[in-house]
């Protein structure tokens, strides 16, 4: 009877037929099997006669190329983090105080509020395409009011050295900021992201994500001892966000506070690392919150889409192109277009375009938005200022003589007025008791009260003074 085969006889045999993303595993097993024997002629003959059984070219000649490398008495193969087999067991192999570390960092986590609060975001650890929310108004350098409320997707930042003057260049809007004007300090310092907040839509995250892969591959991180653990986080962390459909819970992460310490330093390769590490772990579970919390603002259908209408996606869906729009995501709406012919409705945000069928049954669905389920609309102060303009002018051109409590309504809207323009130094309006005839305008009566609403619910921004003069940067 002949002897059964031998671990790395096992492993030769399947090299002919395991799947693609297979290969590159058992071979880094097969390496570790010749690694800890003492045979590596034998080890590369068995190779040889492997890729003898292979049918498809490239595999043939990726398992004569490892028999080489056995052979010269070097690595055949690496894992996915781009380690040796040696390399990955030093990497798992950590020190009694970085165990202790470990176990620190998880107790705190388990005590910490949830979901974790977002890092501090200063100004260098933007990255492009990211979302920002205004979280109080401020001054710009140059006077401009930035509005809390306001959601900016980051693009570039430069810097002046000559006058400490920054230039913030956003998708909507241009910020500058100098250290040599005091007023300024805070919002260059943004302690306790009291000015910039960095917003965890998925669309950050994706690209958050992108970010800190590109940036690990470059990282020579070998005898780390917590990096497996980091790593396993972001793993989970990525598949996540990166995951079609439901999601599911979003994963719980513990290593934060050992981020922080393994990529401290001014190392310009790991430069960023521990903020977007930091945003993501905290980021998917607050957008996983986010997704699920409905705004509390009435229902709105496509049909009554205004300009300047804000809306957070709250599940993802594909479009007529097949475009997915993914759950998180903030849009600001600019025009519809409809095509009667096949009930085509062309949706224009400032980030994309949105193309919907009412023929379709899904994307009908997503038309009627009922529950919000689709569209949530969110009560962002821009947002509302445009629709009170737009709603006053509209009120303003009607013939009101004879309408029913006309009066209650014109002065609703004054008060309504006055309050946006000056949030904070008083009570919020209330809605008028009837509605104005047009049903249009009805409903946007309707929403914009609702939305005062809400909006009076959040802190808001303290008064501003008035602007002095500055030094030109």
């Known amino acids: 009877m002949s002897a059964e085969p031998g671990p790395m006889e096992s492993i030769a045999q399947t090299l002919s037929d395991v799947p693609d993303d297979s290969l590159e595993s058992q071979l880094v097993t097969f390496d570790m099997l010749v690694g800890l024997g003492d045979d590596r002629p034998a080890a590369a003959k068995l190779l040889r006669e492997a890729a003898g059984r292979c049918s498809d070219p490239q595999r043939c000649e990726r398992v004569l190329r490892a028999a080489v490398a056995v052979a010269l008495g070097e690595p055949c193969a690496l894992n996915e983090h781009g380690l040796t087999w040696k390399q990955a067991a030093e990497a798992n192999t950590i020190t009694l105080e970085e ?65 400490g003057g920054y230039t913030i260049d956003f998708a909507e809007k241009q910020v500058r900021l100098c250290e040599l004007v005091p007023a300024n300090g805070p919002m260059i310092e943004n302690e306790g992201n009291a000015y910039f907040e960095p917003l965890p839509d998925l669309h950050s995250l994706k690209l958050c994500v992108a970010l800190i892969e590109d940036q690990w591959k470059r990282l020579d991180i070998l005898h780390a001892g917590n990096i497996p653990r980091i790593r396993s986080e972001i793993d989970m962390c990525r598949h996540w966000v990166l995951a079609g459909g439901d999601r599911g819970p979003a994963p719980v992460c513990f290593t934060a506070p050992l981020v922080a310490k393994v990529f401290s330093g001014n190392d310009e390769k790991t430069e960023g690392l521990a903020f977007r590490i930091a945003f993501l772990f905290a980021g998917v579970r607050r957008c996983a919150e986010i997704q699920a919390a409905p705004s509390g603002m009435p229902h709105i259908s496509v049909w009554r889409f205004f300009q300047g209408l804000v809306v957070r996606i709250r599940r993802t869906f594909r479009d007529f192109d097949g475009q997915e729009i993914p759950a998180g995501l903030v849009l600001h709406f600019l025009e519809k277009s409809h095509f009667f012919y096949d009930d085509g409705h062309t949706l224009t945000f400032l980030e994309r375009v949105i193309r919907l069928s009412g023929n379709i049954d899904d994307e009908a669905s997503v038309i009627e938005n009922a529950g919000n389920a689709w569209f949530d609309p969110l009560p962002e102060l821009e947002s509302l200022q445009l629709l009170w303009e737009s709603v006053y002018d509209r009120w303003k051109g009607l013939d009101s003589s004879a309408m029913e409590h006309a009066a209650d309504i014109g002065a609703a809207l004054e008060q309504c007025g006055d309050w946006l323009r000056t949030r904070g130094t008083s009570a919020p309006p209330h809605a008028p008791q009837a509605a104005a005839g047009d049903a249009e305008l009805a409903f946007q009566i309707a929403f914009l009260f609702a939305g005062v609403k809400c909006l009076s619910s959040t802190p808001a921004s303290p008064r501003l003074p008035t602007a002095e003069t500055r030094p030109t940067p």
Request: aromatic share 10%; no cysteine; glycine share 8%.
């Open 99 to 163: 165990w202790q570390e470990q176990e620190a960092a998880e107790q705190a986590g388990r005590l910490a509020p949830d979901p974790p609060p977002m890092p501090h975001l200063g100004l260098w650890d933007m990255f492009p395409g990211m979302a920002i929310r205004i979280a109080q108004t401020f001054l710009d350098h140059d006077g401009q009011e930035v509005r809390a409320g306001e959601i900016l997707r980051f693009v570039s930042i430069d810097y002046m050295a000559y006058h």
